[in-house]
């Protein structure tokens, strides 16, 4: 205690003079104690005074500014010490040493804002706004040479790459080159660890995705999956897998995308569909999910499906109907719902017996699986009237619809299944699914769907309710009354926010129920006359028509 007491006196005495005489010793006096007992030094370094009197010895000149900056990162270990070493004006002389030639203050200075700042994206963004990332990434240009020096960067640009506000400043560098620069000459799993960890953050965002397949990161991540797709090592698993994973993360850029897939023809896209017979599930689920990225548009979709990525596809799911890997299962349904959007490949891949494939999965238990599940064949029938009415027509299928709609725990599923059930209606036309349909109980989930906060389903649903009305008002009436049909009309045509499609399918449906005594009784009662008789003066010219026509219906039926 005597010792630091003793070196305190000193350093305080070369502060104010900026003499170096006896700083060197008193520094070692205090880095000795730290080692010591880091916590119970630094405690009582801070109760002496120390952190005031460093702000001056931090000089860019001085022999023993390594030291002083190494003092500061020890201290800066304990979280109790950050915030006085912010109070006492440590980051602005910090941050200026790192345009340091000296590679000792370099590594110690980084250490010391890293401990200072770790865990506090106040400070972090702090050290943004003062322009850290092009210095270090200078640093890392110059200093590739230095492992110390190299570290300290990485581990900085992890941390910050964190925060939101970086990216702009990483995509006006060149880090993507530095990095994969970097990366070409490691041969340790735990360096391609670190710069893995600093490339995933990165990557997120899509100018900087671009300058990383430019600078040739794809070349090595391929490397990468070659190197370990084989190996039985944890290491190479957990290297297999961040690879495949960047390389997809890579493919979520629009602009990077369609770099890489070339029309089709690109060497990439080429060694991605590989992946997909493989044996190896990871590679599995990255083909499948780079195959979901690549279908981002028509073009791809189309060359996709003729040139027999279905096929793939189909074998990778029919491999795990039995094995059940989830995370596949969802990866390759989501590519095949992607690739079933234009129009032209949709009757190709019914061809191609996907819809049969598909419902293999229908027993699932899992809400991810089940929500691909259910819009991929939603995808596939939109247009296609003879695959609406074979499958609205299978009573399985609806059966588990109509289970699934009850589904409140996940409402992602619980929506697609009534947009499903609502689809198979709408584009077969079919009395044979309306009557599957209403046996199977699924008439009140469309009544429901009629009142999503989500325009869309609801239109969706009042068309589809609107078929039944039309095609077997008989069967479906006591499901209407039941489902309180006709109140939920009221409400949508009172309602000033609801839509013009959504009044008008709702007048139309008004319409077709008056052919059901219980329905027109119904409606006589809740007055809909005089909501009707409003909308006459509707701006929108089609609802305003179909207003005066549905109050000459009621008016002639009352």
């Given at each position: 205690?005597?010792n630091?007491?003793?070196?305190?006196e000193k350093?305080?005495?070369?502060?104010?003079d900026?003499?170096?005489d006896?700083?060197?010793?008193s520094?070692?006096c205090?880095l000795?104690?730290?080692?010591?007992n880091?916590t119970e030094?630094?405690?009582k370094?801070q109760?002496?005074g120390?952190?005031p009197l460093?702000?001056?010895l931090?000089n860019?000149q001085s022999?023993?500014t390594?030291?002083?900056?190494?003092i500061?990162a020890e201290?800066a270990?304990?979280?109790?010490m950050?915030?006085?070493?912010?109070?006492?004006?440590?980051?602005?002389?910090?941050?200026q040493?790192?345009n340091?030639t000296?590679q000792?203050?370099?590594l110690q200075?980084g250490r010391a804002l890293g401990?200072?700042c770790y865990?506090?994206?106040t400070l972090q963004?702090?050290l943004i706004?003062?322009?850290?990332i092009?210095?270090?990434?200078?640093?890392?240009?110059?200093?590739?040479?230095?492992t110390?020096?190299?570290e300290?960067?990485?581990i900085?640009f992890g941390n910050?790459?964190?925060?939101e506000s970086?990216?702009?400043?990483?995509a006006s560098?060149?880090?993507?080159e530095?990095?994969?620069?970097?990366?070409?000459?490691?041969?340790?799993?735990e360096?391609?660890?670190?710069?893995?960890e600093?490339?995933a953050?990165l990557?997120e965002?899509?100018?900087?995705?671009?300058?990383?397949?430019?600078?040739?990161?794809v070349e090595?991540?391929l490397e990468?999956v070659?190197?370990?797709?084989?190996?039985?090592r944890?290491?190479?698993?957990?290297?297999l897998?961040t690879?495949s994973?960047?390389?997809v993360?890579?493919?979520l850029?629009d602009e990077s995308?369609?770099?890489l897939f070339?029309?089709?023809k690109?060497?990439v896209?080429?060694?991605?569909?590989?992946?997909?017979?493989?044996?190896?599930h990871?590679?599995q689920?990255?083909?499948a999910?780079?195959?979901a990225?690549f279908a981002r548009?028509?073009?791809?979709?189309?060359h996709m499906?003729d040139?027999?990525?279905v096929?793939?596809?189909l074998e990778?799911?029919d491999?795990h109907?039995e094995?059940?890997?989830v995370t596949v299962?969802?990866a390759?349904l989501s590519a095949?719902?992607?690739?079933?959007?234009?129009?032209?490949?949709?009757?190709?891949?019914?061809s191609?017996?996907?819809?049969?494939?598909?419902?293999?999965?229908?027993q699932s238990e899992?809400?991810?699986?089940?929500?691909?599940?259910?819009g991929?064949?939603?995808?596939?029938i939109?247009?296609?009237?003879?695959?609406?009415?074979?499958l609205g027509?299978?009573?399985?299928?609806?059966?588990r619809?109509?289970?699934?709609c009850?589904a409140?725990?996940?409402a992602g599923?619980?929506g697609?299944s009534n947009?499903?059930?609502?689809?198979l209606i709408r584009?077969?036309k079919s009395?044979e699914v309306?009557?599957t349909?209403?046996?199977k109980?699924?008439?009140k989930h469309l009544?429901?769907?009629a009142t999503s906060e989500?325009?869309?389903?609801?239109?969706e649903?009042?068309?589809?309710?609107?078929?039944?009305?039309?095609?077997?008002?008989?069967?479906?009436?006591k499901d209407f009354?039941?489902?309180s049909?006709v109140s939920v009309?009221?409400k949508?045509?009172s309602?000033?926010?609801?839509a013009?499609?959504?009044k008008?399918n709702?007048?139309i449906?008004?319409c077709?129920?008056?052919?059901s005594?219980p329905?027109h009784?119904?409606v006589?009662?809740?007055?809909f006359?005089?909501v009707?008789?409003?909308?006459?003066?509707?701006?929108?010219k089609t609802v305003?028509?179909?207003?005066?026509?549905?109050?000459?219906?009621?008016?002639?039926?009352?």
């Amino acid at each position: 205690m005597e010792n630091l007491r003793e070196a305190l006196e000193k350093l305080k005495l070369a502060s104010s003079d900026s003499t170096t005489d006896g700083t060197e010793s008193s520094l070692d006096c205090l880095l000795s104690a730290l080692a010591h007992n880091n916590t119970e030094a630094s405690r009582k370094m801070q109760e002496m005074g120390i952190l005031p009197l460093l702000p001056t010895l931090l000089n860019p000149q001085s022999s023993c500014t390594p030291k002083v900056a190494n003092i500061i990162a020890e201290m800066a270990k304990n979280e109790f010490m950050r915030s006085p070493c912010v109070e006492a004006g440590l980051i602005a002389p910090l941050v200026q040493l790192l345009n340091s030639t000296d590679q000792e203050v370099l590594l110690q200075t980084g250490r010391a804002l890293g401990n200072i700042c770790y865990d506090s994206h106040t400070l972090q963004a702090q050290l943004i706004n003062m322009g850290v990332i092009p210095t270090l990434v200078k640093l890392l240009g110059i200093h590739s040479h230095n492992t110390a020096l190299t570290e300290m960067c990485l581990i900085a640009f992890g941390n910050l790459a964190e925060l939101e506000s970086s990216k702009e400043q990483f995509a006006s560098t060149n880090i993507a080159e530095e990095l994969v620069r970097l990366f070409q000459k490691q041969t340790e799993h735990e360096k391609k660890e670190m710069i893995f960890e600093v490339l995933a953050p990165l990557a997120e965002n899509d100018v900087i995705k671009l300058q990383l397949v430019d600078a040739g990161l794809v070349e090595c991540l391929l490397e990468v999956v070659g190197q370990t797709v084989d190996g039985e090592r944890e290491e190479d698993i957990a290297q297999l897998k961040t690879a495949s994973d960047l390389m997809v993360l890579l493919l979520l850029g629009d602009e990077s995308m369609q770099k890489l897939f070339e029309g089709g023809k690109g060497s990439v896209f080429q060694r991605v569909l590989s992946w997909i017979p493989s044996h190896n599930h990871q590679l599995q689920l990255a083909g499948a999910l780079a195959i979901a990225n690549f279908a981002r548009n028509d073009g791809n979709c189309i060359h996709m499906v003729d040139t027999g990525i279905v096929q793939k596809l189909l074998e990778l799911l029919d491999r795990h109907v039995e094995e059940g890997n989830v995370t596949v299962q969802h990866a390759a349904l989501s590519a095949l719902r992607n690739l079933a959007i234009p129009v032209v490949n949709k009757s190709k891949m019914l061809s191609a017996g996907v819809a049969d494939v598909v419902l293999k999965f229908l027993q699932s238990e899992m809400p991810p699986v089940q929500f691909k599940l259910l819009g991929t064949l939603r995808m596939l029938i939109d247009t296609q009237a003879e695959a609406a009415e074979q499958l609205g027509t299978n009573g399985k299928l609806v059966e588990r619809l109509v289970e699934w709609c009850e589904a409140k725990d996940h409402a992602g599923v619980m929506g697609e299944s009534n947009r499903l059930l609502s689809a198979l209606i709408r584009h077969s036309k079919s009395k044979e699914v309306v009557r599957t349909v209403i046996q199977k109980g699924g008439v009140k989930h469309l009544v429901t769907m009629a009142t999503s906060e989500h325009m869309i389903m609801q239109n969706e649903a009042l068309v589809a309710l609107g078929l039944i009305a039309a095609l077997d008002l008989v069967a479906a009436e006591k499901d209407f009354v039941g489902a309180s049909l006709v109140s939920v009309l009221h409400k949508l045509l009172s309602d000033e926010r609801s839509a013009p499609e959504i009044k008008y399918n709702s007048m139309i449906l008004i319409c077709a129920v008056m052919g059901s005594e219980p329905l027109h009784k119904e409606v006589q009662s809740l007055a809909f006359i005089d909501v009707v008789s409003k909308l006459r003066a509707h701006e929108n010219k089609t609802v305003s028509h179909q207003a005066s026509l549905t109050e000459q219906r009621l008016t002639a039926q009352s």
